[in-house]
């Protein structure tokens, strides 16, 4: 048995074909296996039971032969005698065709197929589709329907066809319900199918066309037969050789065969149809949170009769139908038809139609059809609001997928009461078919208006379904996200229906970890969590870092608290430190935006995140948040399409920084580098400067504006501009400090802010304008509010000069750089003139500097401003090179020293105390990195190394292959492994520098430079000789080997490498800059924080910090450090200069992308498409515009004969004759025509010519407008006689007593008492009971009672004789309160007696009814009762009372709301 099509390999996915596992073929296995004793327990078939011949020999009538009966069936002894009847002569057993259908000589098409019965459950076939079948439920089912015999259509409205279908299918996700077969309108919707499957490059939102076909009819059915099912069944379309029988479409995904028993019977599978579109369209769209049904629309090309059937069919049951003008025959006259009033579409002019549509066909229909027809199509115009009609000229519809849409729309406007629950519906049905199109079109307009509640269920629906055009254009029309997410509940549940993602793995992990029992206990409090914003919040925190706070109020137990952050020194207690402007809860920094952009990041959602991105106010912040989450989740995650996806939208997230940061930094510098260094409460209370170096943002870190506030940071309270020469000089001579030799930017400030106040004096003097001096005070008292430092600020003092030289960053380094050569000069002193058995003073001043560094070491280990754990900061300072550089140099100089203070190993200690003055002398690079001319050679010095480290790996296989190679050839058995490792690794390492060996070489060869057993360990044994003394070893060998050897390591591998060195050169000479400028800042954070004085001098820094931190039990002294923290009010200015810079960014983005050569050919492209498609549409507007003009002309002449013909008969009526003969306008026959045509008819009842008859299977007589009136001949005229409850009357006696009732509006299509209780007028009574809502008289209420179908209505019905009231209300209302109203009666006044249409009537049976309005006063007694009626919500057996306003919002039948409109007439108010 083989694998169902949901296992096989799409040709795009072959390079996905390595993830096919075993387990997933099993899997496919089992699906197959579970799907065949589904199917076979829940599925039937129907086969004859009784043979019988219809007059044909071997020919059962139920179309089968005798051969294909059962033995059962062709010798039944209960049917003897009996005549055959398909219902009784059938019977249901289990179905023995179904699987897959793989369609021979069509591209090795499938479709999954089922044989079905008439009878089958439609819930069940349902759950076929959906559960077996794994169809997704769809968001719109299309029924195209239409002529089943091919037909011919103009080529632009087959392609319009085509093309606007499967657009809405795909873009809706909609299932498309056919006839199955390749004929007609199913072969066109094939057609389209297999244009679409040639266009398509993936499979995803594949189409799904079902065809729901008759068994008995397909040709080839035989090939689908089998007990266990066909996967697949090799089916053939013979076309030429089909018959009277028709072939299954090939471009159909899946297949219903409905069975009945019969062969060659048509028309077998409408009902099974009909009941599982109804079933679909009772089903809740999506997941059904909105409460909204799958919406159907039918389709409809060409078609007959039954075309006419279904239609009207549809409509009743309020489906929409779009009619294609153009495709021939029904659809035509339909289209025709249609926006006339159904007083015009006559007999005549249905006969003029079918006879210029039908052609051919038009003599086959008869006089009575031709009755049925008319009023079928008056039927079906009368529902304007559900009929569509396509036309190609009217460029309102534009596609067919719009026009579809749009009906869908329209009827659904229709059906939904007028207000914010009928446009909701629409909308929910806009965003489940992702049409931003039709939402902005028909929903949108400039008559609605929008509360942000109102669109929140729409707004997330949007946000779940990944559908950035609905979420963009709902912000555009007043979704404010402060409201849609106020609430915590809202964006857990956005994160609860996340698309899968890597994101989504790790917070299932969180959560089901906290579920676990703890301690072996049960499943507690802790078993039943579920996802909270605390569990992102930690995860969020992960991937972001431990610097920064959570951004939700993490989850009770994590042990993390926000306000105070701890650390825990060796051996003694713990020590906090409070952490200042943490106090606030985390619940009060909520920014929606942030956490919108923070859901969509999570998830990779490229255009939502966009959107989101763009409504935060901290736009920076959030993108470089977003890089560095996204770069997190790469090393986390698995090399895929995912992380390319995550590595792209980092890499954009990062330009979309820099392209916001640089236009601050045009704007204002100093503004800009403000927001690099605030603390920034949305994301974790942490900067800019420290997201963009976490993210390893070398970009962003390399801007001017970046690279500028860098270098303020270095000079620290110094100017920038101060030379070198200069700061060495005060150095050397510190009284220079206080001579203004160097220039300190609170003078720099001093100096701009004297310049300013300079500049507005002279302003001021030369425009004397008081104005001005109004203006100057204005510009300084903003400019003080915004800057109180620059005018509250002083010339620093003498001591402030000196504090601020010796504590910039700049001076501690260069110290330390004096510092550190000193070191070196006294260690190399030390090693090479004064290492005695005891230490000299000069040595012990070495211990006391090693002594000094490394507490500047375990300080810098301690030091942890941002809270981050003692074990976090361990990994961090040791992933640093420098660090770890530090860490080995000073361990090496421990170990030193314990060797040299002993005698054993005195010599080896200074031995380790050489090698490790190498390392401090390396570790002199690290203090260049500052340079920018060597610290870019240093970086490309770094990567070099690693280059060489994996040459060297090459290299030595060839060292090792050929130096064993050689010293197993020209030494035996040696033994002494440092000549073993001399001649097999050593010699030839030194060959490839040129040190040829001359031990190879016969000629060269020395007795004396060898020993011949090894005893000499100063000599290398001797090559094998022979009796001569002489080496026996092939020397051609050893020489080739040689050649060989130097070949491959001197010119291939040194060129190789050359070559590496020379490609990492200029990549990393390319970027050497930008990752010098972001490394730099490493090197001025740490002089930022470290102490003033340089080693060893420091120790007494360290002491101070020991003394105080450890011993006195207080906190360290608070150091300045790289953020600040901005009140609410600098906050808010701030932010909102960022979002103007931020908009100024995307409007100078959106313009390049506009510009660029690819949107201009994409804007071409389409802008010729354009012009194609008008170009093509052009002659079919022609004509239609043509035949428009001569109708208009035709009725303008019309009306002329008609004012002449009225001219003519005024004159004659007052005696004036005329001299010659009339003239003859026009034919009599023509005349007679237009004038029955354009004659108004009066208005009609229309509910009582219903074509079936209520609670009933009467169908009543067609009868169409012009017939309705008694005084019209109506010769074919043969209504059914109905009456619901027989009363024993012969035919005769009831005819004689139905001619004495005749209903005033005219004929029904029906004829006795039909449900009524007697011949003639039934008396109704409807009583409008109304009330002001309030003092004010502003809302007129009324009184409406709930019916047992749901619907509300006025508290009426049947009244008796001398009644004033109908006993239906005595036995709602009771008796006390059925009298009190009995006595207002009086008081009501008559809106409306007499006739009612509706549905019920017949041609002797009618009703009429009283309309009374009784108005009660908010004061008396009886409203009192009427109130406390409403409010308890009594129930009936007839309803439920509610005052409703008297409004056209209002639901009730035709009657009872035109009643309403003169109640509300009456009292004065609009309806």
């Known amino acids: 048995m083989f694998l169902n099509s949901n296992n096989k390999v799409h040709p795009s996915d072959v390079n996905q074909l390595g993830n096919i596992t075993l387990s997933r073929l099993l899997t496919g296995i089992q699906n197959v296996n579970s799907l065949a004793p589904w199917i076979r327990d829940k599925i039937n078939k129907k086969e004859c039971c009784f043979y019988i011949e219809d007059g044909s020999e071997g020919v059962c009538k139920c179309g089968y032969q005798k051969d294909q009966h059962t033995d059962e069936a062709i010798k039944p002894e209960e049917f003897i005698g009996e005549t055959w009847d398909q219902h009784r002569h059938t019977r249901e057993v289990p179905t023995d065709a179904f699987g897959e259908i793989s369609f021979r000589g069509s591209g090795k098409r499938t479709a999954k197929y089922v044989r079905v019965s008439p009878d089958t459950s439609t819930e069940v076939l349902y759950q076929l589709m959906t559960e077996q079948w794994k169809l997704r439920p769809p968001n719109l089912l299309l029924s195209v329907t239409g002529g089943a015999k091919n037909f011919y259509m103009k080529p632009q409205l087959k392609n319009l066809f085509r093309r606007g279908l499967i657009n809405v299918a795909q873009s809706t996700g909609a299932w498309i319900v056919t006839g199955g077969t390749h004929t007609g309108v199913m072969r066109h919707v094939g057609h389209a199918m297999r244009d679409y499957t040639l266009s398509s490059a993936s499979r995803k939102g594949q189409v799904v066309a079902i065809g729901v076909a008759t068994w008995g009819t397909i040709h080839n059915r035989h090939k689908l037969v089998h007990p266990q099912g066909r996967f697949p069944a090799n089916y053939y379309m013979e076309v030429e050789n089909q018959g009277h029988l028709s072939c299954l479409d090939n471009n159909h995904t899946h297949f219903l065969l409905v069975d009945n028993g019969t062969h060659g019977h048509y028309s077998v599978e409408i009902e099974l149809r009909c009941h599982l579109e109804k079933l679909i369209s009772q089903k809740l769209l999506g997941n059904g949170e909105s409460g909204v049904n799958i919406p159907v629309v039918c389709v409809v090309l060409d078609g007959g009769p039954g075309t ?198 790790r917070l299932a992990k969180r959560v089901q970890a906290e579920r676990r029992p703890l301690g072996g206990q049960g499943s507690g409090a802790r078993g039943g969590r579920k996802l909270t914003l605390g569990h992102v919040a930690l995860e969020v925190r992960n991937l972001l870092g431990s610097f920064t706070q959570p951004l939700y109020t993490p989850p009770a137990g994590t042990g993390l608290d926000i306000g105070s952050l701890s650390f825990t020194l060796p051996g003694k207690d713990l020590v906090e430190l409070h952490t200042p402007g943490i106090e606030r809860e985390a619940s009060e920094l909520r920014d929606p935006a942030r956490d919108l952009f923070l859901w969509a990041i999570l998830q990779t959602h490229k255009e939502l995140a966009h959107i989101a991105w763009e409504q935060c106010t901290d736009s920076i912040a959030a993108a470089l948040a977003a890089s560095r989450i996204l770069k997190k989740l790469l090393k986390e995650g698995d090399e895929g399409e995912e992380a390319v996806e995550m590595r792209e939208l980092a890499s954009q997230y990062e330009n979309h920084a820099i392209g916001v940061f640089s236009e601050c930094h045009k704007c204002d510098n100093e503004r800009a580098q403000k927001l690099l260094v605030r603390v920034s409460p949305s994301w974790g209370r942490t900067t800019c400067l420290r997201l963009a170096l976490e993210a390893d943002n070398k970009s962003f870190v390399a801007q001017p504006g970046v690279q500028g506030l860098l270098t303020q940071i270095w000079c620290g309270e110094l100017a920038v501009n101060n030379p070198v020469w200069r700061l060495l000089l005060c150095m050397l001579l510190f009284p220079l400090i206080n001579t203004g030799f160097l220039v300190y930017r609170r003078d720099e400030a001093i100096h701009r802010e004297e310049e300013r106040s300079e500049d507005m004096e002279t302003m001021n003097g030369v425009t004397g304008s008081c104005a001005f001096d109004r203006g100057k005070s204005h510009i300084l008292s903003s400019s003080l509010s915004e800057a109180p430092s620059l005018t509250s600020m002083e010339r620093l003092s003498c001591l402030s000069r000196l504090a601020g030289f010796y504590c910039s960053p700049q001076v501690k380094f260069y110290w330390n750089i004096v510092s550190y050569f000193v070191f070196l000069w006294i260690f190399a002193i030390v090693l090479m003139m004064d290492f005695w058995s005891t230490p000299s003073w000069l040595e012990l001043l070495l211990y006391v500097w090693i002594f000094s560094l490394v507490c500047e070491e375990v300080r810098q280990l301690f030091h942890d401003p941002d809270g981050i754990s003692f074990h976090k900061k361990c990994q961090m300072y040791i992933n640093e090179h420098w660090n770890a550089l530090d860490v080995l140099s000073i361990l090496l100089f421990i170990i030193g020293l314990g060797c040299r203070l ?67 050839i020209l030494i035996h058995n040696e033994d002494r ?89 200029q990549v990393v000479q390319d970027n050497s800059d930008t990752i010098w400028k972001f490394q730099r800042y490493e090197l001025i954070k740490e002089y930022h924080s470290r102490p003033a004085a340089p080693p060893p001098f420091i120790l007494f820094s360290h002491l101070y910090l020991f003394i105080r931190l450890l011993l006195l039990r207080r906190s360290p002294l608070p150091q300045q450090e790289l953020k600040e923290e901005l009140s609410e009010k600098e906050e808010e200015k701030l932010l909102s200069w960022e979002s103007l810079m931020k908009d100024n960014y995307l409007i100078s983005t959106r313009q390049g992308q506009s510009q660029s050569t690819e949107s201009q050919i994409q804007d071409t492209a389409k802008k ?113 006689v109905y009456v619901a409850v027989s009363e024993g009357m012969t035919d005769q006696a009831m005819v004689v007593t139905l001619d004495n009732y005749r209903n005033p509006g005219g004929r029904t299509g029906v004829m006795g008492r039909g449900a009524l209780n007697s011949l003639g007028p039934n008396l109704i009574l409807d009583p409008v009971f109304t009330r002001w809502q309030d003092n004010k008289r502003s809302v007129l209420e009324f009184l409406a009672v709930q019916e047992n179908e749901g619907q509300w209505a006025l508290p009426g019905g049947p009244v008796q004789s001398g009644e004033p009231l109908p006993e239906r209300l005595l036995s709602i209302l009771g008796r006390t309160l059925y009298e009190k109203l009995k006595v207002k009666v009086s008081d009501g006044r008559t809106v409306y007696e007499g006739y009612v249409d509706d549905c019920r009537n017949t041609d002797n049976a009618w009703l009429e009814t009283t309309v009374i309005n009784i108005h009660l006063d908010r004061q008396e007694e009886l409203m009192t009762d009427l109130n406390c009626l409403v409010n308890s919500s009594v129930c009936s057996p007839e309803g439920t009372f509610q005052w409703q306003e008297v409004s056209s919002r209002t639901v009730l039948c035709s009657y009872q709301r035109e009643a309403l409109r003169q109640v509300a007439k009456l009292h004065e108010k609009r309806f």
């Open 308 to 505: 006419l059937n279904t239609i009207l069919n549809v409509m009743l049951n309020a489906t929409p139908c779009v009619v294609l003008e153009g495709s021939g025959r029904l659809a035509d006259v339909i289209s025709q038809a249609a926006g006339l009033p159904p007083s015009r579409v006559t007999l005549a002019f249905i006969h003029q139609l079918m006879k210029r549509f039908f052609s051919s066909e038009y003599d086959n229909f008869s006089e009575l059809e031709i009755v049925h027809w008319t009023k079928k199509i008056q039927d079906i115009i009368r529902m304007p609001h559900l009929l569509t009609v396509f036309r190609i000229s009217e460029e309102k519809h534009g596609d067919l997928d719009v026009a579809i849409l749009q009906a869908l729309l329209k009827a659904s406007r229709s059906c939904e009461p007028p207000g914010g629950a009928g446009w909701a519906g629409q909308l929910e049905l806009a965003v489940a078919w992702n049409r931003v199109d039709i939402a902005e079109s028909e929903i949108f307009t400039d008559n609605s208006q929008w509360k942000s509640k109102d669109l929140h269920h729409a707004m997330f629906s949007a946000l779940v379904g990944g559908k950035p055009g609905f979420v963009r254009l709902m912000l555009e029309n007043g979704v404010y996200l402060n409201q849609f997410l106020e609430e915590d509940r809202t964006l857990c549940e956005l994160y609860t229906q996340m698309s899968s993602c890597l994101f989504l793995r």
């Open 902 to 968: 002993t005698t054993v190993v005195f010599y080896a200690g200074k031995v380790i105390l050489c090698i490790d003055f190498i390392i401090f002398c390396l570790r002199l690079m690290a203090i260049f990195t500052i340079s920018r001319t060597l610290g870019p050679k240093i970086i490309i010095v770094k990567r070099m190394m690693m280059d060489l480290f994996f040459f060297m790996f090459l290299l030595s296989i060839w060292v090792v292959a050929y130096g064993v190679a050689k010293q197993g």
């Open 977 to 1065: 492994l440092g000549w073993i490792v001399r001649g097999a690794v050593y010699e030839p390492y030194l060959i490839i520098f040129g040190n040829v060996p001359t031990n190879i070489d016969n000629t060269q060869f020395d007795n004396g430079s060898c020993t011949v057993n090894g005893d000499d360990p100063l000599k290398p044994r001797c090559p094998v000789l022979d009796e001569n003394h002489m080496p026996i070893f092939p020397e051609w060998l050893t020489i080739l080997l040689l050649c060989v050897y130097l070949l491959f390591a001197n010119i291939l591998l040194l060129n190789l490498l050359i070559a590496i060195f020379n490609y990492t050169f």
């Open 1168 to 1280: 010729v498409g354009t012009m194609t498609e008008l170009l093509e549409r052009d002659d079919e507007s022609e004509s239609v515009a043509m035949v428009k003009r001569l109708s208009r002309l035709e009725e303008q002449v019309t009306q002329s004969t008609k004012a002449l013909q009225w001219i003519m008969n005024s004159l004659q009526s007052q005696g004036h004759q005329a001299t010659d003969k009339a003239p003859i306008l026009a034919s009599s026959s023509s005349v007679g025509d237009l004038m029955s045509q354009e004659t108004e008819m009066p208005q009609n009842h229309v509910n009582a010519r219903q074509l079936y008859y209520p609670d009933s299977t009467i169908t009543r007589f067609p009868v169409p407008e012009e017939k309705v009136s008694w005084e019209v001949e109506f010769s074919v005229y043969m209504p059914p």
